[in-house]
């Protein structure tokens, strides 16, 4: 499962650098200052989880940290997702789904907190 996480992190980290370098060359003159920056919202929520998602996937395996792989992958589709196809087809309704993404996103750093503090209570015992 972790290699899957980790694989999955390799891809969204290449194509928020993809995504990252379309917008800066190929959107610039083409999106709204606004629409623009949307789209770079996008690209650095998709980057920043896509590392966040490599580094859990190099961790020993547990559920909570499966758990927390799963949302991110759901945060980047969702967040990330909804954000670049509200940018380039200016999809009012879109916008309605980028809080899910951003809940998934928030689920994910809490399930790697609680993780954490389990670890730290069993060392303490």
Known sequence: MQSRFLFFAAIAGFLGVAMGAFGAHGLKSVLSEHHLDV???AVNYQMWHALLLAFISMLPPHKWLNWASWCLVAGMLLFSGSLYLLAIFNIGWLGMITPFGGLAFLMAWG????QAYQQHKAAQS
Do not use: I, M, Q, V
């Open 39 to 41: 789209y770079k919202t």
């Open 111 to 114: 399930l790697l907190a609680w």
